[in-house]
């Protein structure tokens, strides 16, 4: 299953992602995750991308395509992935649908969590991460059983850079203006769903994983 998982910044991509690698045995391909390895590595693309990061705004897409190309290129995508951010923009989606072709591959379903941009804020700034394992929590809608714990691994949790509410303001800009006209960019291909992201977390997984059933691989 060659998976893309849209949705504006906080929407739960990330979240419904590692639900559905534990599910389905496919990889999450997550570039935000990727630039901040980057960043912690000290690598030129992390000094690249960090300053993009740190002000809401996009890494440049010919950097981001070059990584996307790299990764999907890998043995472990043979049997599918899941797509999470990227693409953002229509040259990042022109890309990959050429990217894919070469590979001799193509997009199995897109699945768009929508979330209004109401709740968007206050997932960003009360999400918190173990350092540890990656796990991502929220301080009030998906809490640790002890604060500041991580629940899987006992690591110490902490809070992304770009999760403050004045830069979380730049990104939903951002992803109006750059990264919205995607959804009419692939309803068009008719593989498209919607998924309500209001939902408790559970209750969404269950959503993508009965669209998933009935797809053909
Ligand atoms: P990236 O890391 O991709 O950030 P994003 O798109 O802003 O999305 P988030 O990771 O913030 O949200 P999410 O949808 O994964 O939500 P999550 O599951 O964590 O990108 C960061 C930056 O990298 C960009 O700003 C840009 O600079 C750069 N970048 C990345 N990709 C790029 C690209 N393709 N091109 C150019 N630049 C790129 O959930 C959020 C919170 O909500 C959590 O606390 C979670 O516990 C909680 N939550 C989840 N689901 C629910 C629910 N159903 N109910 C209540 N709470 C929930
Ligand atoms: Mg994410
Ligand atoms: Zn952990």
Redesign the pocket.
Known sequence: MQLLMM?P????????AAKLVKKFSIPQI????M??AAVKEGTELGKA?KA??DA????P?EV?IGIVRERLAKDDCKNGFIL??????VE?ADALKKILAELGMKLTQVLN?HVPAEDLIE??V???ICKNCGA???VK??PTKVAGTCDDCGGELYQRG?DNEATMKK?LS?YEASTRPLIDYYKGAGIYTEID?????DK?TEDLVSVLSSVKD
């Open positions: 949705g910044p906080g929407a739960g991509k990330g979240t419904q997550s570039t935000g995750d630039f901040r991308a993009c990061m809401g705004k996009l890494v897409d981001t999470d951010g990227f693409p953002r923009t990042q969590i997932r960003a009360g999400r918190r991502t929590y929220h809608f998906h770009d990104r951002v992201g209001r939902q408790a977390i969404v």
